[in-house]
């Protein structure tokens, strides 16, 4: 059994139990009942993750997954090839969005090199799995051969564990790529069952002739690949990208250690889809930081069965919706533990049967 087999194995339910108490103790809070809405929700559900009544966020991490894509080759990307190594390069040195709202919620970035398709400076602040350097021209060939999927997925994985070891309880994942809206939407077409058309969006600025173009090279990269749904291993190794693999390997990782997983956009929404359908356990992690204006991350949360937290228009990526989404995490969990009760605050509670 190999290391993907292994975690996916370890991925347990939740903790009803735990679910139920922190419900319980919302109860007792001062404050109406139901009055913190999803907040409520969200604290529950990490209760229920954690396995605790009450549970706690100390140290949070933003995993942001880089790679590169033979498919810009395709024309699918406004912006060349280079610029992932180039902003790969600005996570580490602290200057993308991403790092500014990291700040914000007080939580490590972590980039990792995937499979960058240039040199990226060895830096403190960099990890190193690289696979390869890119993956194929998935309009032409597979974009990776089997075991290079699986060996992103256990990379991933073994990331996730290595933030584990180190302490952090909650993950929020990103991404960076050029062209990787094409693959993203070529996996929520195949996972989801739309068409492609409904799925693909203008990524980082494509005109309409342009989006037509990436919808009839996505089109022809399915016919040429007929990926299967129920074997999403093939998904990935046919359609998908390095970064996207890494990614379904952290989720995976996350929900066999019992950690939130805080999802950003459309990137991570695929990656998502393709975790899900190796392991339907891990759903319950999973937590929507926001809603893309990409129209396929829209489907692929529907499929996903998540309701994202919020609706910003935003469509950066990196991981900048996933570092708003650990703070309403971290500030929902505060609320549960940190709110006096009813009884510790000296505040009378409601009178049965009042209005």
């Known amino acids: 059994m190999g290391l ?13 139990g735990a679910r139920e108490a922190a419900g319980r103790r919302q109860l007792r809070l001062t404050k109406p009942p139901g009055s913190l809405g999803r907040l409520e929700d ?18 949070k991490a933003i995993v942001t997954m880089a790679g590169d894509h033979g498919v810009v080759a395709e024309g699918v990307a406004p912006y060349p090839q280079e610029v992932t190594t180039q902003m790969v390069a600005n996570f580490v ?20 090199d995937m499979g960058v398709a240039g040199d990226v400076a060895r830096s403190r602040g960099l990890l190193r799995h690289k696979v390869r350097r890119g993956t194929r021209n998935l ?15 256990e990379e991933g994985i073994r990331v996730l564990q290595r933030l584990a070891r180190s302490g952090v309880d909650l993950v929020g994942i990103g991404d960076m790529g050029i ?13 989801s069952g739309r068409p492609v058309i409904e799925v693909t969006g203008r990524g980082t600025g494509l005109d309409d002739a342009a989006l037509a173009h990436k919808v009839t090279v996505i089109e022809r990269a399915l016919d040429l690949h007929r990926p299967d749904p129920e074997d999403p291993l093939g998904v990935l190794a046919a359609v998908g990208g390095l970064e996207i693999g890494g990614l379904a390997g952290v989720i995976l990782g996350a929900a066999a250690l019992r950690l939130p997983v805080v999802l950003d956009g459309f990137i991570t929404g695929a990656a998502a889809l393709l975790a899900v359908a190796w392991a339907p356990a891990a759903q319950p992690y999973l937590i929507a930081s926001h809603r893309s204006a990409e129209p396929g991350h829209a489907a692929a949360l529907e499929h996903l069965g998540l309701q994202p937290l919020l609706d910003l228009g935003l469509r950066l990526g990196e991981g900048t919706g996933a570092a708003l989404g650990l703070m ?28």
């Open 4 to 16: 993907l087999e292994e975690t996916i194995a370890a991925i347990g339910a939740l903790d009803e």
């Open 328 to 355: 309403l995490v971290e500030a929902a969990v505060r609320l549960l533990r940190e709110m006096a009760t009813f009884a510790e605050a000296g505040v009378s509670g409601p009178v049965e049967g009042g209005g």
């Open 93 to 112: 040195a602290g200057g993308a969005g991403v790092n500014v709202l990291a700040r914000c919620a007080r939580a490590r970035v972590v980039v990792v």
């Open 42 to 59: 969200l604290a529950a559900q990490v209760a229920a993750i954690q396995g605790r009544a009450l549970p706690e966020v100390r140290r």
């Open 139 to 153: 309009a032409q060939e597979p974009a990776l051969t089997r075991e290079e999927a699986r060996q992103a997925m």
């Open 179 to 191: 062209g990787n809206t094409t693959p993203s939407s070529a996996i929520t077409a195949v996972m």
